[in-house]
């Protein structure tokens, strides 16, 4: 059994680990071993071996030899906020091998992922703990102002038509620059970044339904197929594709809600995420997932 959960910016994936050669995509990518330690390089260190591993956004990279399930967690680089600490994710460095002493409770929460399915509230809401843990860099942890979850429900009616800057930023009564200050603040990613996110899951949720990905990535205002799996792997470190090689079953919960774009504690109610709208979940096996 796998889980895969997809929310505004970032992802988490549980379960098996394909080998893939060196890679790199624009997140910070957070692999634990929920079994044995496994081998890690970057494309100018030699492989070393680790049960855990953080890697900066844009380092190449590969990971092999796993032996049993792992969890990976991807999140595009945010805006936090501490004056004493303004270097950016891991403070500068390429990689970190993480201690298993500090990443065993973040283990053991994954490792339940696969058992109890926590709602996606909680798991980002968990996934915020360990970046902020990483980085020494605080999320915004504030109450998400009112005017911008108008504007997040007039993208979401809006997709895939094009929607601009200023066109939203009237609806709440703010100025271009004032109203993209405040969406990054708050939300934690660009509006270009949040905007695309949605089409990503839009067009997943077609294909998840059994629309041909060509048709699904159009349809969503992407280009080609090509351009939505560009954007896909930069979302979850993996093809579309990929999902199709995993024996058994793949569970896929992808949620738009705003409770999920900024979560801010780790013990969130499974009702939140249930009681929205936008969340989705379906359970793939290996002969249904894609068509080309």
């Not at 098996?16 to 997140?27: E, K, S, V, W």
């Not at 855990?52 to 956004?57: C, D, E, G, R």
């Not at 339940?112 to 902020?132: K, M, N, Q, W, Y």
Request: charged share 20%; glycine share 6%.
């Amino acid at each position: 059994m796998s889980v895969l959960y997809l929310g505004i910016g970032r992802s988490i994936f549980v379960g098996p680990h394909l080998d893939q050669a060196m890679h790199r995509h624009a997140t910070l990518q957070i692999t634990l071993s929920l079994s044995r330690p496994f081998l890690f390089r970057t494309s100018t260190t030699e492989w070393v071996k680790t049960s855990a591993v953080a890697i900066a956004p844009g380092v190449s990279h590969q990971l092999r030899e796993f032996s049993g399930p792992h969890a990976t967690l991807l999140a595009i680089p945010e805006a936090r906020k501490n004056p004493g600490k303004s270097d950016g994710y891991l403070q500068g460095q390429q990689m970190r091998l993480l201690d298993d002493g500090y990443i065993g409770r973040f283990r053991k929460f994954f490792e339940g992922t696969l058992r109890d399915e926590p709602s996606c509230a909680r798991v980002f809401a968990v996934l915020e703990e360990l970046i902020d843990d990483l980085t020494g860099l605080k999320s915004y942890t504030g109450r998400i102002d009112e005017r911008l979850l108008t504007v997040l429900e007039k993208i979401q009616e809006c997709l895939p038509e094009h929607i601009s800057l200023a066109d939203l930023a009237s609806q709440v009564y703010l100025s271009g620059d004032r109203f993209l200050h405040l969406f990054k603040e708050q939300l934690g990613l660009p509006l270009r970044q949040y905007i695309l996110h949605q089409r990503v899951h839009a067009a997943l949720e077609m294909i998840l339904r059994g629309s041909p990905l060509t048709h699904a990535a159009l349809e969503t205002g992407f280009t080609d197929a090509s351009h939505f799996t560009r954007k896909f792997i930069q979302l979850t470190g993996m093809r579309p594709s990929v999902l199709k090689q995993f024996r058994g079953t793949v569970r896929v919960l992808t949620c738009m809600s705003s409770r999920c774009v900024r979560p801010t504690v780790v013990d969130v109610d499974a009702a939140h995420c249930a009681a929205c709208a936008l969340h989705r979940a379906v359970t793939l096996d290996e002969h249904s997932f894609l068509r080309t």
